[in-house]
């Protein structure tokens, strides 16, 4: 009689499958299988029907579901915060510090409920975020930091920062304080925002009654994708078009911007494209 156990290695879009077989006769073989998770049943199917002949499959459920939720726990990291008080956590090579603000019934009536989170690594900031009641105002709760993306996150009540690396497709802030990358060390993508001028004034001189007032901002963003670098300029008026940079097999959808004097942060996702 033969059973065998499934252990997981999860990578992001697929599972390293790899099951153990074991027989009365007291010999072990292993066979090794990539897989997408869509197609996880099927694969199970295969095996309980392979050359071994088994006759009965026992999967040990339990282990397979604990080996993908401890596995899974080292892509993503999710700290609970609590107000006033401040925290460090270990991830990768970052020693990450956090402290939480709530404005309550004591602080400026304007200020009430708001929230701002600081967030240092090894005592500088790389990070802010500003919980606004104003609706109007514009935040962001997922930024980029160097290869991380940090997201603040509020669940039932409770607030979080969640760190993880850098993947294509996720809605992030890229802050003009530096350089950040996307992906992993084979499929890198690097973007930097090199420069950002606000223009305004009138685009015909005063006495034309013609004349209109302009008020706009230009963003210079610099890409590199393995030993090619571009630069791409545009202006926030344009943002509001789902402008789109394209450069060797990727896509940047630039979705919005928030301009202030002293930096700039402009929100996007960049995108892989699939190969025909």
Sequence with gaps: ???????????FDKLYILPVILSSLDKIMICAKTITINNLGTYIQLLAANKYGMRRVVILTTIFFISYSINAQEFMKKIQLKEGSGSTIKYDDLTISTLLQVYD???????IGDMYLKVDNNGEPIAGFYIDNDKSTKEYYTKIY????LTFMIENNNNYLSIEQAQFGKAFALSSN?????????DLVEIEIIDYVHEWGYD????DGNSNYFDDVQYTLQVKVRDVVKNFSFYSSEVKDNFVIDIEGYSILILSDVYKDSSSLIEMIVNKKQKP
């Design 1 to 11: 009689m033969c059973f065998f156990g499934l252990s997981l290695i999860p990578s």
């Design 105 to 111: 019934e004591k602080s400026a009536v304007h200020l």
């Design 146 to 149: 160097k290869n991380y993306f």
């Design 178 to 186: 530096g350089s950040s990358t996307i992906g992993n060390k084979d």
């Design 204 to 207: 015909a001189p005063s006495e």
